[in-house]
């Protein structure tokens, strides 16, 4: 065999076939924020599409796109071209007519003359009038001619594309041939019509006629919706002129036709596609503003490239009801706005497929939702910024590094002492056996001595239940709480899952009542209108959590905006009052009372400055020895972080 020789350099065949049209990682956390803030995943992704992720444009600049395409294509040309070039091409024939006439002194010149003054200004008719003219300029007759081949070609060609090079000349075989072919296309399309088949006859039908088709359709609904384009774009045209110039033009084609079988089957498959493709808006008009004259066929193919670009720009609006990325038309997008922009669609469409395939986002009987997987990577994301911030001069250390009997090893051994009950460090003991046994010059066997024992050293590590409760009422969206809250629960909670496993935390969330919540559902939840902040009941789910744990340090962190409002009543129904009553207050100090003879911890966020908030914390921090933080909200997941780190440490109250 050949020696096969191989080149290698840089790609230039455009974009990187090998590089990922976009980090979904990257795109995951831009969701996350959304949801966090209170969107929810549908309007997240929908707002990610908008803005498209990193690298790629997305929906609102491809809009954009197809907004000043639209107006390229306005500003193309006008439509009326025809006409006056059809008027232009009979003045130049006239002109030369009654040149040759003028020099010519006999009595037939004149009444030639008097033919060609009496012609009717209606362009479409005149043309009609001259058709039996006898010329006597070959320079006129030639120019006349060139009217009828024009209107035919363009006319024939506005339908089909491969036309004007097959009607280019004057062979009488082309003209039977297209009216063979278009014999052949009624039959099909009105096989199709009646729900036949037609994979065969559309095989047949191409092999015989394909060179009428440049485009190559593949079945036939791909040649339907190639020909009805066109013929809605020539129905749209015609309605976008005058009555008159639309007339004029009318009659000036059945005319350039000639042949009534052929403009039979024009009128039959215009019937056809019509009634196949009845959503082009056949009977709408085109608004084109440009000055330049567009010959028919120009004409239909501006009209057809701006009913492309109005239906692009409705599409990538995504404002009607249940709209999807699946109704951009994708070929009409790369025609108008290029193969990149294609590109940058089919990059979209994937996202939401790769996101579930990795396993972030989920499909459920409520839509799709976060999975555990994209919430640690979210979790993992706020943590990361709140350690960012934190000082590095170790505060919040979890680590008690007293050595004893029980925990994790550090990884390095000490001699052994009478009384340790540490677990024995074989490797380094026999280690320390044969290094004296070789130092003493004495041979195997090793002996082991009592100066030889190791012990492994551990740090003893303590737990704490952890709980977490969080204010969920309508307050915290307006002014803005909702998402740093989130984003510090799930920092919060991905510290606990990943470091201090020992821990038991759990997240309660309270409005009119409270409730527990993973942390799926707490990226989850919504923003609702609900009045009630119920402290009270929140602080009993809380000591509940704590009790479930007596050897571990209890801890709780209350995030709120509000002064308690809501309490549970004695048959469990939750009463609500604005301003807040004495039984709300009396019963929410029970519940801080109860944590307290427990020995909990009770710390409290406090977000704003409502008064009667700063009133009941400085009181409950009085009572419990906890303490009240007022963090802005850029910085709630650092103080809620670094205090969790510091209370654990403490040593538990006696009761």
Known sequence: MPDRKFRYGPWDGGPDPLTSPYDVREALDELGREVLSGASLREALRELLRRGPEGRRGLDDLLARARQRREEVRRRGDLAGTLDRVRQMLDQALAAEKDTLARDPGDDARM????????????????????????????????YEQIQQMLRRDVLDA???????????????????????????????????????????????????????????????????????????????????????????????????????????????RDNLRALRPGLEWDARARMRGEEPLGYGEAVEAVA??????????QLAQEHPGATLDDVDVEALER????????????????????????????????????????????????????????????????????????????????????????IDATRTVHNAVLRSAGSGSGPPVQLSVEDFAIAETERRSSAAVALCVDLSYSMVQEGRWGPMKQTALAL??????????????IIGFDRVARRLSPVQLAEIEPDWIQGTNLQHALMLAGRHVRRHPD??????????????????????????????HETLRATINEVDAVTRYGATLNFFMLGEDPGLARFVDAVARRNGGRVFTPDLDRLGDFVVADYLRARRGFRRSA
């Open 493 to 506: 909670s991905h510290l606990v899952a990943t470091r201090f496993r020992q821990d038991a935390l759990e």
């Open 159 to 269: 339908q089909f594309a491969g036309m004007k090079q097959a009607l280019s000349g004057q062979d009488p075989a082309v003209s039977e041939a297209v009216r063979d072919m278009l014999a052949d296309l009624n039959h099909l399309l009105a096989a199709h019509a009646r729900g036949e088949d037609t994979t065969d006859k559309f095989a047949e039908f191409m092999d015989k006629h394909g060179e009428f088709f440049p485009e190559n359709p593949r079945n036939t609904d791909e040649l339907i919706d190639l020909l009805a384009r066109r013929a809605a774009a020539a129905e749209r045209m015609m309605r976008s002129l005058s009555p008159q110039q639309r007339d004029e033009l009318a009659r000036l084609m059945q005319e350039a036709l000639g042949d009534p079988n052929l403009a039979s089957q024009l009128g039959q498959l």
């Open 336 to 423: 108008q706005l290029g193969p990149g922009a294609t590109v940058d669609m089919r990059a979209l469409r994937q996202l939401e497929q790769e996101l579930e395939r990795q396993g972030y986002i989920a499909r459920g009987p409520d839509g799709l939702r976060l999975t555990p997987k994209a919430l640690r990577r979210l979790g993992e994301a706020a943590l990361r910024r709140v350690f960012q911030q934190l000082e590095s001069t170790g505060r919040g250390d979890h680590d008690d590094h007293r050595t004893g009997a029980a925990d994790e090893p550090v990884g390095t051994s000490r001699e052994w002492r009478f009384g340790d009950e540490h677990p």
């Open 552 to 581: 571990a340090e209890p801890v709780i962190l209350v995030v709120t905006d509000g002064e308690p409002t809501a309490h549970l009543l004695a048959d469990g129904e939750p009463y609500f009052s604005w301003p807040t009553t």
């Open 112 to 143: 030639h003359e008097m033919e060609l003054d009496t012609l009717p200004d209606d362009t479409a008719r005149a043309v009609r009038e001259l058709s039996s003219y006898d010329w006597q300029s070959d320079e006129a007759r030639q120019t």
């Open 305 to 314: 490239d701006l009913a492309d670009v109005e239906a692009l720009i409705e």
